[in-house]
Nanobody, 126 residues
Framework: QVQLVESGGGLVQAGGSLRLSCVVS????????MGWFRQAPEKEREFVAA????????LYADSVKGRFTISRDNAKNTGYLQMSLLKPEDTAVYYCSAVWTTDLTIPSDSYEYDYWGQGTQVTVSS
C-alpha cells in the first residue's frame, strides 16, 4: 500500500516559520491528491490544506489562508507544507494524506483520503 512519512515538525516561537515534508513511497505519487490535516489534543482532526496531483489546484482552510502554502515535487515523491506566521493555536500533530482522484477534485474531509502518515508534532510557543 501507499506509505507516507511526515517530517519537519518541531518547536517554534509564535510568528515563526516551519516547513513540513511528506515523502510518499509510491512511484505514481503524481496521480494522487495530497492533503494536510492536523489534530490537537482532545480535538477532532481538521483539514488544513490540499493540492491536486498536478499542483495547479490548491485548497486551504480559512484559519491558515495567507500563512500556509502547500506544494509538491512529484519528481521527489514529496509534498510540503510551508507554515509562516505561526500561532499557538497551530500547535497540533500534523498528518499528510493522499487519495487517488482526478485533478479537478480536491477533497477536504478526512474520510475522503485513503492513505495517511504517522504525523509530526508542531508546537508553537506564545
Amino acid at each position: 500500500q501507499v506509505q507516507l512519512v511526515e517530517s519537519g515538525g518541531g518547536l517554534v516561537q509564535a510568528g515563526g516559520s516551519l516547513r513540513l515534508s511528506c515523502v510518499v513511497s509510491e512511484r505514481t505519487f503524481n496521480s494522487y491528491t495530497m492533503g494536510w490535516f492536523r489534530q490537537a489534543p482532545e480535538k477532532e482532526r481538521e483539514f488544513v490544506a490540499a493540492v491536486s496531483w498536478s499542483g495547479r489546484r490548491t485548497l486551504y482552510a480559512d484559519s491558515v489562508k495567507g500563512r500556509f502554502t502547500i506544494s509538491r515535487d512529484n519528481a521527489k515523491n514529496t509534498g510540503y507544507l510551508q507554515m509562516s506566521l505561526l500561532k499557538p493555536e497551530d500547535t497540533a500533530v500534523y498528518y499528510c494524506s493522499a487519495v487517488w482522484t482526478t485533478d479537478l477534485t480536491i477533497p477536504s474531509d478526512s474520510y475522503e483520503y485513503d492513505y495517511w502518515g504517522q504525523g509530526t508534532q508542531v508546537t508553537v510557543s506564545s
